[in-house]
């Protein structure tokens, strides 16, 4: 395929909406539709480091999902992710290490359903992915995120790949697993088998009893709820699960923690899918598992940004 061949060109410098001085920020829209915003750190010196590539959820533009403080009127997508906000926070507790995080968004503003209008809309996935990759500093570690529709991007992903490169060490579903099914097991289970440093984790909330103006919005078994006890069904035949938590919140885990599920029940029948990302879900998502867990941030616990 031609049509990420000629990424690195699309990365010059753009101006992007609320820039922090902070931030080395590059934006573009190249093939089909797609739009990829760089936010780097501004000393990142050609050193390797962690790059994220953020899946957009459906509906949310790129800087809205990058996040601001709003005043009264003003639209309230741009205060309910700030991955901008909690991205500085990472940078903050892993100063040592440059974090990039790139931002992907298509002119649908639904992963789903772009991957439903362009034909080989998977290998074009696998091609910006490895396009993205190999312009950063060998030995840079790749870390998959999304949340809602954002979770179609990276099973685009698995399912244009035949395995997991050793460099993809994180892939984290933020109420995004919508798409799962068993075609994606072997996969994943292979890949953390043989990468010791390989990290998924679920977050889900019980979505199956969430009720918008009365009723139901989700089928018994479309929403991230059911998916994500799929999941858990699925890897409970090869890895041993240990379970914490509370009523509220439960973690479910394997691999001394490199297999993580979040669930959230949902007693009150309320939506709580952006909640997840706002209350330090981000964050937690590439924190987890690490030495900074829960350090300075609760995962559901109040804004620590």
Not at 4 to 21: G, H, Y
Not at 156 to 178: Q, T
Not at 221 to 244: D, P, Q
Not at 255 to 275: A, E, P, S, V, W
Request: hydrophobic content about 35%; overall charge positive.
């Amino acid at each position: 395929m031609k049509i990420f061949k000629s990424l690195l060109v699309f990365l010059a410098p753009a101006t992007v909406q609320a820039k922090p001085a902070t931030l080395d920020t590059t934006s573009r829209w190249i093939a089909d539709s797609v739009r990829i915003t760089i936010d780097r750190p501004q000393k990142h010196g050609g050193k390797a480091g962690i790059v994220i590539l953020y899946a957009l959820p459906n509906g949310n533009t790129t800087e809205q999902s990058f996040g601001k403080s709003i005043a009264a009127g003003e639209d309230a997508r741009f205060n309910i992710q700030n991955i901008g906000a909690q991205t500085e926070f990472i940078r903050k507790e892993l100063r040592n290490v440059p974090v990039t995080v790139i931002y992907l968004e298509n002119n649908l503003r639904s992963w789903p359903a772009w991957k439903r209008k362009h034909p080989g809309a998977t290998g074009k996935i696998r091609h910006l992915v490895d396009s993205l990759y190999q312009s950063f500093p060998m030995g840079s570690r790749l870390y998959l995120n999304g949340h809602s529709g954002g979770g179609s991007f990276i099973f685009g992903y698995l399912a244009s790949v035949s395995g997991i490169p050793s460099y993809v060490h994180r892939i984290s579903f933020l109420d995004s697993n919508y798409g799962y099914d068993s075609t994606y097991f072997p996969k994943l289970t292979q890949w953390l088998k043989v990468n010791s440093q390989a990290s998924l984790n679920i977050f889900a909330y019980n979505d199956s009893v969430a009720l918008y103006q009365g009723k139901r919005f989700v089928s018994d078994t479309g929403g991230t709820w059911y998916r994500s006890h799929l999941m858990l069904k699925h890897f409970s035949r090869l890895f041993e699960f240990k379970k914490n938590g509370n009523d509220t919140l439960q973690l479910f885990s394997a691999m001394d923690g490199r297999i993580r599920f979040y669930l959230l029940d949902n007693f009150d029948q309320g939506i709580y899918h952006t909640k997840q990302v706002e209350f330090n879900g981000f964050i937690h998502s590439i924190l987890c598992g690490t030495v900074y867990e829960e350090k300075k941030y609760r995962y559901y616990g109040p804004r620590a940004y």
